[in-house]
């Protein structure tokens, strides 16, 4: 049995394994070895290559910005999250491997490859980024095998389990069925089962919930310096009414509950701009570089702080896992998270050119998808050649090219879909 000193409690079914293995180094925690799993996994590596929300080589007005990508986005979540949940008493190299694995199976393209993907895998179980990363996990990322196959990474109950965002299967959400929302595949739901076993519910983990407001609390500080850096946002204009509404109507109904006031909205991005580290203006000098940088720090501190105190308020104090307690983020906290969000999506993914560059993303998903149907097993790496071959039916089959397609980076999805069609 691997340990989990010095960062108990954990109990021993927290730290069991799919597929039994002996440590190779003793004194190790269990949570220490899924941390190393993850960070040394190509599917982690990958991530470089995926897209956050500026695309890498958009003209920044900062000379040294380079925009943020899925993997930089996952380090700085995972450090994030860390900090956050050792404050809490979880087990740092739990939640840290979690944060590192949450956006495994994010697709080329981001959640637009996703929809185009979902489109394509509607009659085998549909596609949701965060379904595939746990069966990237458990399945597809090459690390341990047994005689019934591959295993994955083979992380531990609870790694698993903090790295699921959504624990039921497609059209079970807790609130709402209709929810494009979903975290497991049902070819995949032994080993899930085996992850939830004892699990209230639908109900996710502590460390879940720190990781997911890790996340929040990443993209959307990170997003927009990334808008910022790139001058798509002058941050004078969130002081005029007509930009402000603008705003507040990109946050309803997607980053809010719906329904929410406008005046909350307003209340919310009031407080920030009332904060002396605030970046009112920015124009690219190391001086305003200096300013905003302190600035994304303040944000973090802010979200974070606010978190743990509210969570200590409904709990007390000790160590703070698995199912003995939620994560409270007051609401006001929220609201300022998801005008940030706003931000982002009002003057990056609103943007003309980025509805053209979707545009074209999608002919790629959807040729691609057709492609590879049409020649396969043809165009498939040899590991996706192997379990299409061996795949007993056509679902089956078209999940192999699904599991293909959702690996691939940016540039190897445009460039195998030039080599499949001959369109450059």
Known sequence: MEGTAPHAPYDPASVDRWAPEPDKRPGRTAF??????????????????????????????????????????????????RELGAALGCD???????????????????????????????????????????????????????????????????????????????????????????????????????????????????????????????????DVEDALHAGHVDPGCLHAEPERRAVFEAAAGRYVPAGTDPAELAAALDRLQAQEWWPHR???TAAAQARL??????????????????????????????YAAELVVPREVRMECAVLKAVAHRYVMQRAEQELLRAEQRVVVAGLARALTDRAPDGLDPQFRALFDEAPDDHTRKRVIVDQIACLTDASARSLHARLTGHM
């Not at 799993?37 to 990958?46: D, E, F, G, Q």
């Not at 940088?293 to 896992?321: M, N, V």
């Open 32 to 81: 220490q070895r899924d941390r190393a799993r993850v960070l040394h996994s190509a599917a982690l590596r990958r991530l470089a290559g995926k897209t956050q929300v500026v695309t890498p080589g958009t003209r920044s007005l900062a000379w040294d910005a380079s925009p943020r990508t899925r993997l930089t986005h996952s380090l700085e979540c995972a450090q994030v999250g």
């Open 293 to 322: 940088k302190d600035a994304t720090s303040q944000l973090i501190g802010r979200f974070c702080l606010a978190a743990e105190a509210a969570t200590r308020a409904a709990h007390g104090g000790g160590r703070l896992t698995r």
């Open 282 to 284: 920015y124009d690219g």
């Open 92 to 222: 740092p190299d739990l939640v840290e491997a979690a944060c590192l694995s949450h956006d495994l199976g994010h697709p080329p393209f981001g959640h637009n490859g996703e929809q185009a993907l979902n489109e394509f895998a509607d009659d085998c179980g549909g596609f949701e980024g965060n379904a595939q990363s746990l069966r990237l996990l458990t399945r597809l990322e090459p690390k341990r095998f047994t005689p019934g196959g591959s295993v994955g990474l083979n992380l531990t109950r609870a790694a698993l389990d903090a790295a699921t965002k959504y624990p039921w299967p497609r059209g079970a959400h807790p609130a709402d069925p209709a929810s494009s929302k979903f975290g497991v595949y049902d070819d995949d739901r032994p080993v899930f089962d085996w992850v939830r076993e004892g699990a209230p519910g639908t109900r996710t983990c502590f460390e879940a919930q720190v990781m997911d407001w890790a996340d929040d609390v990443a993209y959307s500080v990170h």
